[in-house]
């Protein structure tokens, strides 16, 4: 059962463009919800994070951006260079802060 | 701050053997999580741990993997035997306890190919 569904599969994204992510999930116990950057070889790291009582965040170049309603977030990422060619994952936490995760998205940026 | 310590960084064995990983957590960090993740998915939780007890293993085939965190610090997760279902990369992660203390921090991961 795939609790946190991710699209798109793949990205590809001209510098200086904006790259967009997006994730929905059933589980209305889900109380947070970070994006986490993969560089292969490496192991996740985390990019940015929201709660469900906000609507937006952003940090820099990068935004969530959060439907409580439509039980849907997404990951925006601002002038998009090529040093974000990553897989991004979305996720969201259960109880136990026990994470849930998306399948990912394989982000590249054209420069 | 050191981060999260893996070893071995690759593996590879025949099916039916067995193999052993070894985490070392970010120092004082109570909770370690040790993940599946195979090619072209998301990570999956595993086994999680805070301190020496065991959180949640709902999702560890128990059957043929076993974790253990002696002393509540390093942990070893082991496959025996081993099929050929079980190539993956394993995710060591961990983090503070608290409600605002979610970050996972995650090491570099071991490559499981097993043959």
């Known amino acids: 059962q795939q609790q946190v569904k991710q699209s798109p599969q793949s990205l590809i994204v001209q510098k200086g463009g904006i790259s967009i992510i997006n994730c929905a999930y059933e589980?209305?116990?889900?109380?947070?919800f970070p994006w986490y950057q993969q560089f292969p070889g490496k192991g996740p790291a985390l990019l940015i994070a929201?709660?469900?009582?906000?609507s937006e965040k952003k940090e820099g170049r990068f935004t969530i951006s959060f439907n409580k309603s439509a039980k849907q977030f997404s990951l925006h990422i601002m002038d998009s260079q090529p040093g974000d060619s990553a897989t991004y994952f979305c996720?969201?936490?259960?109880?136990?802060?026990?994470?849930?995760f998306g399948a990912g998205t394989i982000l590249r940026v054209k420069s | 701050e050191a981060g999260v310590a893996q070893s071995p960084r690759y593996k590879i064995i025949e099916k039916r053997q067995s193999v052993a990983f070894w985490c070392n957590p970010i120092?004082?960090?109570?909770?370690l999580y040790w993940y599946q993740q195979i090619l072209g998915q998301g990570p999956k939780l595993l086994i999680q741990?805070?301190?020496?007890?065991?959180?949640?293993d709902s999702q560890l085939p128990k059957d043929r993997f076993s974790a253990e965190r002696l002393k509540g610090v390093d942990s070893t997760l082991k496959i025996q035997p081993a099929k050929l279902e079980d190539s993956a990369v394993y995710l060591c992660?961990?983090?503070?306890?608290?409600?605002?203390?979610?970050?996972?921090?995650f090491g570099p991961g071991t490559r499981l190919l097993v043959l």
């Open positions: 992660a961990s983090s503070l306890i608290g409600r605002t203390q979610e970050t996972q921090y």
């Open positions: 589980n209305t116990a889900f109380d947070y």
């Open positions: 996720a969201a936490k259960e109880y136990g802060n026990k994470l849930v």
């Open positions: 120092s004082g960090h109570a909770t």
């Open positions: 741990f805070q301190n020496n007890g065991v959180v949640d």
């Open positions: 929201i709660r469900p009582d906000v």
